[in-house]
């Protein structure tokens, strides 16, 4: 095995997929060098001899998805109603633990909703508490990066819970004692929803995300929970059709179907655990998570993401600390067998 130097070819690869690059693109909005998870084509460009079907392992989009239901015609040539989108609501309200649903407001993504309030609150003197997923800091560009000690004095603070890439839990009583207004990014929340600050939200505004858990990214569906007078600023920027029918459809039945969310959950805990036996076997350290992802720390890193992406598996670096990935889970056990390979193939390295 060549060892990494001479393997390097004219971009580290850690830098491409972290979005250090960005002179490579005209625009920001097509540049596959800004990554935050699943840019294969970026991959493939670089690992151009790397064995197909590439194994995305670079986002914590569930790889077991919620089973479509059958859709007629009409659910691709009808703009969604107004009553469609308010049953949407009211199912993902009852999931949520929510009882008004004038609170709730469907959005295409939660990424969008972070760019919304972004807008909404320009104008506030912003904090967040980092790591933090990279959509928060390009929707807050100059609000500063603090800890919990530092949340004092701020107009407004900015968390994820779970985070994103370290899993870290910030609990209701913490949150409580946050001055001003406080936004909080439950996009990983379904899969231990014991961790939702929901039931004691007080005026916090919450967001969720639908694709994460129910495997389904592509529907691009998420929600804010928010005060009236939010919400309904939100209901007037996103207009009459703020989703599509497909998501509309798709979500109610998969917010109705409590069964199949609970088997979602126990099967997505015992990936992420057979995930953390394939480190430990590797001796690397794992240094935080949720049941969709795992964040492991080990000094060649680099080393490790160059192997798997020669192996055809893309996870995801950080730019700002090289001696950490993050690895989604495997789905079949085709990719279980290819992850383990290339493990043992870094270790031989070691």
């Not at 970026?42 to 001899?49: E, K, P, T, W």
């Not at 057979?274 to 590797?282: M, V, Y």
């Amino acid at each position: 095995m060549k060892p990494y130097s001479a393997m390097a070819r004219r971009v580290d690869p850690l830098l491409l997929a972290s979005g250090c690059v960005t002179n490579m693109s005209k625009s920001p909005a097509t540049d596959p060098f800004r990554f935050h998870g699943g840019r294969l084509a970026a991959a493939a460009l670089h690992f151009a001899d790397a064995p197909k079907p590439w194994i995305d392992l670079s986002t914590g989009i569930s790889p077991w998805a919620y089973p479509v239901p059958e859709l007629g015609l009409d659910a691709w040539r009808r703009l969604p109603e107004p009553e469609q989108i308010a049953d949407l609501e009211l199912a993902a309200a009852r999931v949520f633990g929510l009882n008004n649903t004038a609170e709730i407001v469907a959005v295409p993504g939660s990424d969008m909703a972070i760019r919304m309030l972004g807008a909404l609150f320009a104008n506030q003197r912003g904090a967040m508490l980092t790591p933090i997923y990279s959509g928060h800091k390009a929707a807050w560009p100059n609000a500063s990066e603090i800890t919990i000690e530092e949340a004092a004095g701020h107009d407004l603070i900015i968390l994820a819970n779970p985070n994103n890439p370290d899993g870290r839990i910030v609990s209701p009583d913490h949150l409580g004692a946050f001055p001003g207004q406080v936004i909080v990014d439950e996009a990983f929340a379904d899969t231990a929803p014991a961790t939702s600050i929901l039931p004691e939200r007080g005026d916090a505004i919450v967001l969720r995300s639908f694709g994460k858990f129910y495997g389904l990214a592509g529907i691009r569906l998420g929600f804010v929970i928010a005060d009236t007078a939010v919400a309904e600023r939100l209901r007037a920027m996103l207009g009459d059709w703020p989703i599509s029918g497909i998501a509309a459809t798709v979500g109610l039945a998969a917010y109705q179907d409590q069964q199949w969310q609970e088997v979602q959950r126990h099967r997505l805990q015992e990936a992420a655990e057979r995930l953390d036996r394939l480190f430990e076997k590797s001796e690397i350290e794992i240094v935080g998570g949720t049941s969709l992802f795992r964040l492991i720390s080990h000094d060649n890193a680099r080393e490790l993401f160059e192997i798997l992406g020669q192996s055809g598996i893309l996870v995801r670096p950080f730019s700002d600390d090289a001696s950490r990935l993050r690895f989604g889970l495997p789905g079949g056990e085709d990719e279980w067998r290819r992850l383990d390979y290339a493990l043992s193939q870094w270790r031989e390295m070691q």
